[in-house]
């Protein structure tokens, strides 16, 4: 919260944008998106559905599988619609982005990252408060240092971006630090040693031994 405030109060302080264009109203809304908008939602909407419910029901029920059908399908009207000035003036996706190889590479780069961030920070809350034995207030001071460390490497790195023009470099070495880190945070907490390690060694007694 304090986090927050101090964010909201240094945009409206520092933050300057170039004046507002004034014109028609409706020549605004026309720009929008709106079809391709509608699709995305929706398709995101039935992925996230038959995602969630494969996890915690089946990954072969019929409503997960109808959901996840359903978000395929919704994803290539989005992506026709895309495609395709006369339906979209301004497209969200325009195609001379979704068809560039560094761009795509850096969207699923991102996605692939940030996935692994939200796993990463639900799993060690998650161990903090079942294994560790802390409490659900240590357990957020306990994923601190790995927020400060994200922002403060998101700003510095677009600080070095800015001022050497350079990102590939950076993002390689990024992406290696973040793969080195996963894999330490796998060892300390002990799923290694736990449930391969300790599988081989025999530390778990074999269902004859129950």
Not at 4 to 32: F, M, N, W, Y
Not at 73 to 100: C, D, Q, S, T, Y
Not at 117 to 140: C, P, R
Request: a positive charge; aromatic letters at 12%.
């Amino acid at each position: 919260m304090p986090f927050a405030v101090l964010a909201i109060i240094l945009v409206g302080t520092q933050l300057h944008l170039p004046s507002i264009e004034s014109g028609d109203l409706k020549a605004k809304l026309r720009r929008i998106d709106f079809t391709g908008a509608f699709f995305l939602i929706f398709a995101i909407f039935t992925f996230l559905l038959g995602a969630d419910r494969g996890g915690n029901v089946s990954w072969t029920d019929r409503y997960t599988l109808g959901a996840l059908i359903t978000s395929v399908v919704l994803f290539a009207f989005f992506g026709f619609v895309e495609m395709h000035p006369a339906v979209a003036n301004e497209p969200i996706a325009p195609k001379r982005v979704m068809v560039n190889s560094s761009h795509v590479a850096s969207f699923l780069a991102n996605f692939f990252r940030e996935a692994c961030l939200m796993a990463l920070v639900f799993f060690m809350a998650l161990w903090f408060q079942a294994v560790a034995g802390k409490s659900a207030s240590e357990a957020g001071l306990g994923l601190l240092p790995g927020i400060i460390g994200s922002v403060c490497g998101g700003v510095g790195g677009g600080y070095i971006m800015k001022k050497s023009g350079k990102y590939y470099t950076l993002s390689l070495i990024t992406a290696i630090m973040m793969v080195i880190g996963n894999a330490s945070i796998v060892f300390f907490t002990g799923a290694y040693t736990i449930s391969v390690l300790g599988a081989t060694v025999g530390e778990f007694p074999s269902p004859h031994q129950t």
